[in-house]
């Protein structure tokens, strides 16, 4: 018996000791588990967005959409896409072009998910060729008026359209990029010129809509991905000092500003600590009621990992951490089913989901049962958790992002558990008994009872 209890002992040290108080609350949980892009296959082929209702996705934001079906990327969203000639009287139904967008936004509510709205253009990455849609409008007092028919045709039923809810109307995205607006990939002009429209867009829009939020404007972040040479140097320091300009005319002008939103692709302890920093910002600048968005996330994108567990286990990681902080909401970049880096969720050879695709099921396990409740891993071993309580039972996520296999020693204050769930390198959203350790790269969800 002594030897047992030396060995017990000995495997509890090293082990993962994760605890969860299922009577003490900490917090309503929060959509972190939101998407870019919607997974289109065509301008009319809506059939990956059943992932999204069943993985729960409360938001798909509404940027770069088509990106990777190209008949879809001049059709849709875009300010140029649905008003294609400036010039043309804004106020004449006849001169818009809601079709395919109509066509999406159905399928996306359809299916429970709320879109959230970019007004804007889509990047232009090889803009230093040649740019075409990127530069500041002409009038931004017209700009404004038709985003208003825009809002109006979603919200309102303008011109034969619709009264869905949508809440979230982003002024632009990323006019912080680059420092020279000749390599900017999605603002051709000067950072003051977007301070100025989106000071029009704004006033406009939240006086014709003040039951929405109006808000902007998808900051690139404020950190590399990579070892900084001095031209990227100088470009991160152009995005900070973006932020605080950007903070200092709205809180100048008294402009509305409903929500921030930027973007961040560091490795998820990364992005959890900087969210603190624009936090601050906005709460130094007097906006302490604005809501923070990081719409523009993935943990260090790279095709080494993409579709792998070792990225399943990371944008879980991420997920469960951003929970903690102050950010009111998330949207991973994105849920598109294509070739490149930014494609974690889908797999564009036979439609499947990818691994990482279950660490969003993981997430609205917690997210629908409501209320966060007290819990740790003792910040061992790379490993991350969360949990959460529901009137009839609760739920534990714990994502592991180390190299090496730990014991996990689960304390779940006496509550019996109905279901495990795991997703690593060989098992994909696999039932199984409740396991002695955690494996590299792995996901594991236990559900539990009210007892």
Known sequence: MKLLAAIFCALTASAVEVKVDFAKDVRPMKPMHAVGQP????????????????????????????????????????IPNVFPDFDADENDPANYDFLYTDKM???????????????????????KVKAYRIYPPKDYAKWARICEHVIRHYTEGWSDGYRWKITYWEIWNEPDNRKDPIENQQWRGTFPQFCELYAVASRH??????????????????????????????????????????????RKEK??????????????????SHVAIARKALDDAGYTRTELSLNEWLP?????????????????????????????????????CGLGIFSPLFNPYDYSPHK???????????????????????????????????????????????EKEVPLALDLGGRAIRECRMTDE???????SLPSALTPHS?????????
């Not at 936004?105 to 803009?127: H, K, M, Q, T, Y």
């Not at 080494?304 to 998330?330: N, P, R, Y």
């Not at 594991?444 to 009872?449: A, C, H, P, S």
Request: aromatic share 12%; hydrophobic share 40%; glycine share 8%.
């Open 300 to 336: 260090v994108p790279s095709r080494k990992v993409l579709g792998t567990a070792t990225q399943a286990a990371d944008i879980c990681a991420e997920m469960l951490g951003l929970q903690g902080t102050a950010l009111d909401s998330a949207m991973i970049y994105d849920a598109r």
């Open 426 to 432: 060989t098992r994909t959203n696999e039932i199984v």
């Open 39 to 78: 997974p289109l296959l065509g301008l009319r082929d809506y059939q990956l967005f059943r992932y999204l209702k069943e993985a729960g996705v409360p938001y798909a934001r509404l940027h770069d959409v088509g990106s990777s079906v190209p008949q879809c990327r001049y059709h849709m969203v875009d």
């Open 255 to 272: 402009l509305p500003l409903d929500f921030f939103s930027y973007h961040s692709y560091l490795a998820p302890s990364d992005t959890v």
């Open 356 to 402: 990482a695709y279950y660490a969003f099921k993981a997430f609205n396990e917690l997210y629908r049962r409501g209320t966060e409740v007290e819990s740790s891993s003792g910040d061992r071993w790379g490993t991350w958790v969360c949990a959460a309580r529901g009137e009839k039972d609760g739920a534990v996520a714990i994502a592991h992002t180390g």
């Open 205 to 250: 829009l939240k006086a014709k809509f003040p039951h929405l939020k109006i808000g902007g404007y998808g900051s690139c972040g404020y950190r590399l991905l990579s070892t900084p040479d001095e031209k990227r140097d100088t470009d991160m320091y152009h995005r900070v000092q973006c932020l605080y300009d950007f903070l200092a005319f709205a």
């Open 105 to 127: 936004l159905a399928a996306l509510i359809a299916n429970g998910v709320e879109p959230w709205f970019r007004l804007g253009v889509s990047i232009e990455n090889d803009c």
């Open 443 to 451: 996901i594991l969800v236990v559900i539990v009872g009210n007892n």
